[in-house]
C-alpha cells in the first residue's frame, strides 16, 4: 500500500499595476505554505510593458522605475518560483491558495504558462479560493467572504494586510491554517 502524499496549501498573494496580465504587469509575488511559517516565497519582478494604472501602484507602493532596474525579468522570477514550489514535493503536493482566486491565480498561471511553459499547480492552474471555501463552509453570503472581515470572524486581529506581496502571503497562510484546524471559534460561528 503506497502512502499518501499530504497536500501543501502555498497561499500565494500578487501584487500588480493593473486588472490582467499581459497588457499589465505582476510586480510581485508572494507564497507561504500554510502551517509551516518558515516555508516562504518572495520575488519581485521587473515589468512587462509600459501600460500601468496609477491607482494601483498606489496599493502597492511598488516602484516601477526601481523594478525595472533591479528586479528579476518575468522568466527569472518565474523560474525561481517554480523551483520554490517543486522543491516542496518532497514533503508534499503543492496546492495553489489564494483570495480571490481568480485575481492572483489570474496573475500567477499566466505568467507561469507565458514565460516557463507550464506551472508547477498544473494544467490549468487551479486551486483554492479561500472567499469560496469560506462561503460553503459557513453558508454565507459571498459579500461576507472579505479577507477582513473572515479575520474578524475567526478573532484573528493581530494580522496586517500590508499589500506587500510576501507578508499578505502569509497573512492568508495563517487565516486558512484557523480555517483547516476547525478552530472551537470556528465552531461558535455556526
Known sequence: MSKK?????IATDVEADGPIPGP???LALGMAVVGKPELRFYTEVQPISDNFVPEALKVSNLDRQRLLEQAPNAREAMDAAARWINSLRKIGRPVFLAAPAVWDGMFVHWYFINFTG????????????LRSYWMGLRGSEWVETRKGKIKYELGINELPHTHHAGEDSL???TIFEVVLKGNSRINDLK
Open 171 to 173: 497573512e492568508l497562510a
Open 118 to 129: 507550464k506551472s508547477p499547480f498544473g494544467q490549468t492552474g487551479s486551486g483554492i479560493d
Open 24 to 26: 499589465y504587469s505582476m
Open 5 to 9: 502524499i499530504p497536500e501543501l496549501y
